[in-house]
């Protein structure tokens, strides 16, 4: 089965300094890949979703980016970190023969101070 | 436009009690529906979910979720919890695109 790795699990930044999660995948290949971010007390917000290498899918414009370098690596980056971006990102998959069901992995919690 | 409600931020029951929670979703075309648990400082873990068929469907932990496509409802239901089911729950919808709509969470939590 497949198992989704996030790194690092928790990560505390000043306002303004650059930021890189890393979200890879085990036991699948071509899956779609999602960024959420989850604020305190709220549901979860998609950022980007990807289909493939070099494919990403913005949905809400931010001082955040994503990258897919390879097939199993999914990246969320920003040159200048806000308040605003403190949160609990999670990277999900979808599997190529199970449409719409998305699986997570454990997360990154993000203070940004 | 595809929406999501749950109607309950918290719901506090005691243990062995049954529970149910409540999920609304709004959409004009057919719809896949998911419930997710959340426990504290973790990633989402599917529960269960419909595609369709069946409207009753069986999930883990014992819980179970009827889809009610006259009143746009995807509750989600267990006989009797246990401390352990103490987390958030989250209801979802996904019409067939990329884009899966969360519900803003249910936080259960169990009583001894």
């Known amino acids: 089965s497949q198992t989704i790795h996030q790194w690092p699990a928790t990560l505390v930044q000043p306002v303004g300094s650059p930021l890189s999660l890393e979200c890879t995948v085990e036991?699948?290949?071509?899956?779609?890949l999602y960024w959420y971010r989850q604020a305190a007390g709220r549901g979860l917000q998609l950022l980007f979703y990807?289909?493939?290498?070099?494919?990403i899918s913005s949905e809400v414009p931010q001082n955040l980016s994503a990258s897919r370098p390879q097939d199993r690596q999914f990246i969320l980056s920003s040159k200048k970190l806000l308040l605003s971006d403190s949160g609990f990102y999670l990277c999900?998959?979808?599997?190529?023969?199970?449409?719409?069901?998305?699986?997570f992995g454990p997360g990154t919690r993000l203070t940004v101070l | 436009a595809q929406s999501v409600t749950q109607l309950d931020s918290q719901v506090p029951v005691f243990e062995e009690a049954p529970v149910e929670l409540r999920c609304n979703y709004s959409?004009?075309?057919?719809?896949?529906l998911f419930w997710y648990v959340q426990y504290p400082n973790q990633g989402l873990q599917l529960l269960l979910k419909?595609?369709?068929?069946?409207?009753l469907v069986k999930g883990i932990n014992g819980f179970e979720a009827e889809f009610n496509k006259s009143q746009t409802s995807f509750h989600l239901r267990k006989p009797s919890v246990h401390i352990s089911d103490t987390a958030e729950y989250f209801c979802?919808?996904?019409?067939?695109?990329?884009?899966?709509?969360f519900g803003a969470g249910t936080r259960l939590f169990v009583k001894a």
């Open positions: 999900a998959l979808e599997l190529a023969g199970e449409p719409d069901t998305q699986y």
């Open positions: 036991g699948t290949s071509n899956p779609n």
């Open positions: 990807s289909v493939g290498i070099g494919q």
């Open positions: 959409s004009s075309v057919s719809v896949y």
């Open positions: 419909y595609l369709s068929g069946s409207t």
């Open positions: 979802a919808g996904n019409t067939g695109g990329f884009k899966t709509i």
